[in-house]
């Protein structure tokens, strides 16, 4: 089986509540995303998503994702799209660092090779744990009382963990923690994003105000040296986010004791094929991980369920329901929150076939 062509497509991706809010003052209205199409000789074909949150979050922007695709292109015709440890080695071989392009070409490719199997790709993964998994909502930042006047809404939809999007000024952050940890039910969750928000001293402050609250702390400061400070100085439990995104900062953390849980974002470690061995890792390691993404739709969704459902329950901290969040279906058959919970497709490779209505004509092609 070889590569015959790759066609890609640009949609966009508003947002049901209008905007989407986090530290520093960013927002994104409507989200740029990037939809990858593999066709095969065989006529079998592959679906895969990057869709960066804006260009200030990560390294990592809309047009940059389909420029490096372009680059990728003419060295992916003719390989095999079942060979995935092959295509990621072509790919770091022929585009030098770049992992968030390649997380829809290696995406594209695992809905290629379930296809051929004629298995889900959480069969493929591992096998599925569970009937559903526990997703969390982020709650987008605002002021205080209208974040925690948010919690009610949410619990409604059925979701029981709350991402806090903090990271501004302390008194504020630590307003905000309080009142919506308030809201809390028992077995409700609380997490305390900063997004890299605070400076070292800042967190330590906010971690202080919060020492006898129920919440997680994090991603507190900007690199991963100051987040080990704040993690030795409090009580809470730890989350590292942005500064995760390889298998050696994994290890370190492990060796450091420097966080609790990950947030494994499939496109900031370059696709599924690479998430699948940070996760195994976590696994042995004992380190929980909240599976999601930078942001998408319907096709990054299908594919952070798979991985989620093919994680053991013990270890799944949580999961994202991207497609929940934004006004367009881009797949049929993808999955659904269902009372705060989600399950993988069981059709064979991602589960879902595009909505080609939606996706339109490709911004290109290349055979």
């Not at 990621?88 to 392009?101: A, C, E, I, K």
């Not at 490719?109 to 559903?132: F, H, N, S, V």
Request: charged share 20%; net charge negative; aromatic share 8%.
């Amino acid at each position: 089986m070889q590569i015959s062509a790759i066609n890609v497509y640009q949609v966009d991706l508003p947002l049901y509540e209008g905007s989407y809010k986090w530290s520093g003052g960013r927002s994104v209205d409507v989200f740029d995303s990037t939809v990858v199409e593999l066709i095969t000789d065989d006529g079998i074909f592959g679906l895969g998503e990057v869709c960066p949150l804006g260009p200030a979050y990560l390294p990592a922007y809309a047009a940059g994702a389909r420029a490096g695709i372009a680059e990728l292109a003419p060295h992916l015709i003719g390989a095999d799209p079942t060979e995935l440890a092959l295509i990621n080695r072509l790919m770091d071989q022929s585009l030098r660092g770049h992992p968030y392009v390649k997380s829809a070409v290696d995406m594209a490719c695992w809905d290629i090779l379930g296809k051929a199997c004629g298995q889900p790709l959480a069969t493929l993964m591992g096998g599925r744990y569970g009937e559903d998994f526990a997703l969390y909502r982020a709650i987008s930042q605002d002021t205080p009382k209208r974040m925690a006047a948010n919690v009610g809404g949410y619990r409604a939809q059925g979701y029981t963990k709350f991402q806090l999007k903090s990271g501004s000024d302390v008194e504020t952050d630590i307003a905000r923690i309080h009142l919506v940890a308030a809201q809390l039910k028992p077995g409700d969750v609380l997490v305390a994003d900063a997004n890299c928000g605070w400076t070292q001293h800042e967190a330590l402050r906010v971690a202080d105000g919060v020492r006898d609250v129920n919440v997680y702390i994090e991603q507190p400061c900007l690199s991963y040296e100051e987040c080990l400070v704040v993690r030795r100085h409090t009580n809470r439990p730890f989350i590292l986010d942005e500064v995760v995104d390889d298998l050696k900062t994994v290890v370190r953390g492990y060796n450091d004791q420097a966080m609790d849980v990950i947030n494994l974002k499939i496109s900031k470690v370059g696709g599924l094929t690479k998430a699948r061995q940070i996760r195994d890792l976590c696994v042995s390691l004992g380190i929980a991980m909240t599976i999601e993404d930078t942001w998408g739709g319907d096709i990054i969704t299908s594919a952070i369920a798979h991985l989620a459902h093919s994680t053991p329950t013990e270890y799944l901290f949580s999961a994202t329901d991207f497609n929940s969040y934004v006004t367009v279906s881009t797949a049929i058959d993808a999955p659904q929150r269902l009372k705060g919970r989600m399950s993988a497709p069981s059709g064979p490779g991602l589960g879902i076939e595009p909505r080609r209505d939606v996706l339109g004509d490709p911004v290109f092609t290349h055979r």
